[in-house]
């Protein structure tokens, strides 16, 4: 879990971010509505419209240090491009990654997609249960290795 609280600063969540987040979540577009039925589904929490210092992400795997963002045809405009570039730049000093996928991917791909995002956050989770560094030695065979007397 991420303690936003570190956020100190120009970094903390703004006034306001967690009221964006809220408007956001109740006004998605349609590719983020179908993107979040099937992220909604995976084994690991992502957070949609969540609130990340002055920004709101429209996912964000908090655990894996993801955001995912699907960029719809505004964000070809130059403006809003170099406003995308400094997000991401805030972003990856926070130590995320930023995922972007264009809204015609989503409607055209979203298994694809999905599989592809679900990868990127596996590959970030720290390993939970690492294998034995050495093979694990083999039961003795019923009745030998142990004394009746």
């Known amino acids: 879990m991420v303690d936003f609280d570190r956020f100190a600063g120009p970094d903390r969540i703004k006034s306001g971010g967690l009221?964006?987040?809220r408007r956001?979540?109740?006004c998605q577009t349609f590719a983020e509505v179908k993107l979040w039925e099937r992220l909604r589904k995976l084994d690991i929490r992502v957070r949609r419209q969540a609130p990340i210092g002055a920004y709101v992400v429209d996912f964000?795997?908090?655990r894996?240090?993801?955001v995912i963002e699907v960029d719809g045809g505004v964000h070809e405009r130059a403006d809003v491009a170099l406003r995308d570039l400094e997000r991401d730049a805030w972003l990856h000093g926070q130590g995320f990654r930023v995922?972007?996928?264009p809204n015609r991917r989503v409607e055209?791909?979203?298994d694809a997609v999905v599989s592809e995002i679900e990868?990127?956050?596996r590959a970030s989770l720290p390993?939970?249960?690492q294998p034995a560094s050495t093979p694990s030695q083999p039961f003795p065979l019923e009745g030998k290795g142990f004394s009746d007397s």
């Open 60 to 62: 964000a795997c908090l």
């Open 108 to 110: 055209t791909e979203l």
């Open 119 to 121: 990868a990127a956050i």
């Open 24 to 26: 956001l979540r109740a």
């Open 99 to 101: 995922f972007r996928i």
């Open 127 to 129: 390993r939970l249960k």
């Open 64 to 66: 894996a240090k993801l």
């Open 19 to 21: 009221e964006r987040g």
